[in-house]
Nanobody, 114 residues
Framework: VQLQASGGGLVQAGGSLRLSCAAS????????MGWYRRAPGKQRELVAG???????NYADSVKGRFTTSRDNAKKMVYLQMNNLKPEDTAVYYC?????????WGQGTQVTVSS
């Protein structure tokens, strides 16, 4: 399994970014996928998860602002982030399996300026 995250960048508070994660590996359609982030000086936290059937869950801190989706045919997972806040600044990681023991991508930096 390999994961390639992209789409990070620098954005002003209130702005939007869309992260993408390209996955390789068999069984993607049945695999739960997750987005995690690690902010400077903080522990890694789960931001959003999506099941193979596209059921989603979100951290309270991002509910109503972030949306995750997937395209099983393309083996892609997305994280649409709206109304970004400085506290969203972190490295965002795509995760195969929606668990720490799953596979990880290399991460993409998101920086939100105030």
């Amino acid at each position: 399994v390999q994961l390639q995250a992209s789409g990070g960048g620098l954005v002003q508070a209130g702005g939007s970014l869309r992260l993408s994660c390209a996955a390789s590996g068999s069984g993607f359609s049945f695999t739960n996928m997750g987005w995690y982030r690690r902010a400077p000086g903080k522990q890694r936290e789960l931001v959003a998860g999506i099941s193979g059937g596209a059921s989603t869950n979100y951290a309270d801190s991002v509910k109503g602002r972030f949306t995750t989706s997937r395209d099983n045919a393309k083996k892609m997972v997305y994280l649409q982030m709206n109304n970004l806040k400085p506290e969203d600044t972190a490295v965002y990681y795509c995760n195969w399996g929606l668990r720490p023991g799953g596979y990880w991508g290399q991460g993409t930096q998101v920086t939100v300026s105030s």
